[in-house]
């Protein structure tokens, strides 16, 4: 199941970026490019760092000793397990709302054709 899953997530990360880089080369709107950053490469560089947070946590699970940040902090009682996750969570999501601004506002406005310059 959870390779099933990864498969598909994969491959719509991978349509994304094709239709981006497909944007992209039609109106040369380098704000296609940067879209990229929030909507293909953050997740897949999560990735990683998922798998890390995924160890780290059932190791606290099983009472083992982890020295890495953050998990110092839930083996130290200043932060408990949930507070951890929620912590790592709202950061990922301002670090996607910042390149997403940064993208949206690097996208050129699109500006419609003159009415009377269409010829009939």
Same mark, same amino acid.
């Given at each position: 199941m ?5 498969? +598909? ?6 349509? @994304?970026? @094709? ?5 992209? &080369? &039609?109106? =040369? ?5 940067? /879209? =990229?950053?929030?909507?293909? /490469? ?8 998922? /798998?890390?947070?995924?160890? =780290?946590?059932? &190791? *606290?699970? *099983?009472?083992?000793? +982890? ?7 839930v083996e ?5 397990? =949930? %507070?951890?996750?929620t912590? !790592?969570?709202?950061?990922?999501? @301002? !670090?996607? %709302? ?7 506002l690097? !996208?050129?406005?699109? &500006? ?5 310059? +269409?010829?009939?």
């Amino acid at each position: 199941m959870v390779l099933a899953l990864a498969v +598909i997530t994969t491959a719509l990360y991978c349509a @994304v970026a @094709v239709l981006l880089v497909w944007k992209f &080369r &039609r109106t =040369g709107d380098a704000g296609f490019l940067w /879209l =990229g950053l929030p909507l293909v /490469l953050l997740p897949f560089a999560a990735l990683p760092l998922a /798998l890390w947070l995924e160890e =780290g946590v059932d &190791r *606290l699970a *099983l009472g083992e000793q +982890i020295n890495a940040f953050p998990f110092t902090l839930v083996e130290q009682g200043r932060l408990t397990m =949930g %507070g951890l996750l929620t912590l !790592l969570d709202l950061a990922k999501h @301002v !670090l996607w %709302g910042a390149l997403a601004l940064v993208a949206v506002l690097a !996208l050129r406005p699109h &500006r419609a054709k003159d009415a009377s310059s +269409i010829e009939d």
